[in-house]
């Protein structure tokens, strides 16, 4: 019995609750708006700091430090070095590419310039053996400089040590900008946010002044608490509900007009080819963030703005 009377009373209440949202939609304009913008916000962070992320793994990928080896070195040095170099506590990976394989790779990188081919196949195999490091954290690069610099290691080497210090000098700027778009992202969901709030909190205070004849008439007649309350949070759980929706489509919106409209994969350091299908690959798992968002949103003005102007005894 108590079952169905609460089944009976929760259908009341949802049905007033979507009765208000619709009367009160014009009221409710600027509360979704807001609230649109700080989910927006909100997912648009999480995929920037996504794809600027892989980014950055991109290029640290392709950092390397190449130890040219003179042809005299003995395989017992060389295979010395190698287990050295591996030692280091900032090494992720260690190839060892022989003279053939360097003379096969610079052939293969350059089989449409047929000038060099014909000069690379008159005389003997100039290029030297490579040992290619790659490092574990970019920034800390030097602690592998100071190693190889070492004369013991110098001698064997037949050039300069070569690093790759424009692509490091390109994840420093995308790293920096990163954490640029972390903080802006977060300072603005956090001011929208409360704007959103204060604004849903002022909408329900509106409605509520609206309907303060029939709210006093609902408590003299024995109304409960939690039936007068809970059409006002219905109400703004659906505002959280339309602005999560809007804002899933603005953020589509924009990953598609900006593919088309720049007819490129890239927009700067942002890779819209990877953010668009970032967020497609989990387009249910930030439907669902951005409807749990929405609904925290409005649920918790509610519930505050009714608390207050009410004047409800949470003992009810």
Do not use: C, H
């Not at 014009?26 to 989910?39: K, P």
């Not at 994840?171 to 929208?192: M, P, R, Y």
């Not at 329900?204 to 029939?214: G, L, S, V």
């Amino acid at each position: 019995m108590n079952i169905t009377r609460s089944m009976i009373m929760g259908r009341r209440i949802f049905k007033t609750g979507l009765t208000n949202f619709a009367r009160n939609a014009w009221l409710g304009v600027a509360a979704m708006a807001v609230m649109v913008i700080t989910l927006t916000i909100i997912l648009f962070s999480i995929i920037a700091n996504a794809t600027f992320s892989n980014t950055i793994q991109q290029f640290t990928d392709k950092i390397d430090v190449s130890v040219y080896l003179k042809d005299s070195v003995s395989v017992s040095s060389r295979d010395k070095l190698i287990t050295q170099i591996k030692n280091l506590d900032n090494v992720r990976d260690v190839t060892f590419i022989s003279k053939d394989q360097a003379l096969a790779a610079y052939k293969k990188q350059n089989e449409n310039d047929a000038s060099l081919q014909q000069a690379i196949s008159q005389t003997d195999n100039p290029l030297p053996a490579t040992i290619q490091i790659k490092p574990r954290d970019p920034n800390k690069i030097e602690s592998i400089k100071q190693f190889l610099e070492k004369k013991e290691i110098t001698i064997l080497q037949s050039d300069k040590t070569s690093y790759s210090g424009d692509r490091k000098d390109a994840i420093d700027k995308i790293t920096s900008a990163t954490s640029f778009f972390k903080k802006a992202g977060i300072a603005g969901i956090i001011i929208f946010a409360f704007i959103s709030m204060l604004i849903i909190f002022n909408t329900i205070q509106m409605a509520i002044f609206n309907r303060r004849d029939e709210l006093t008439i609902m408590r003299l007649l024995g109304a409960s608490t939690n039936f007068i309350r809970g059409p006002f949070i219905v109400e703004s759980i659906l505002y959280g509900v339309v602005s999560g929706i809007l804002s899933i489509v603005i953020i589509k919106t924009i990953f598609t007009v900006s593919a088309r409209a720049f007819e490129a994969s890239s927009l700067g350091i942002l890779d819209i080819k990877y953010s668009s299908n970032y967020f497609s690959s989990r387009f249910l798992m930030f439907l669902g963030l951005q409807l749990g968002v929405g609904i925290l949103i409005g649920a918790v003005s509610s519930i505050i703005a009714t608390r207050r102007y009410l004047k409800f005894k949470t003992s009810k």
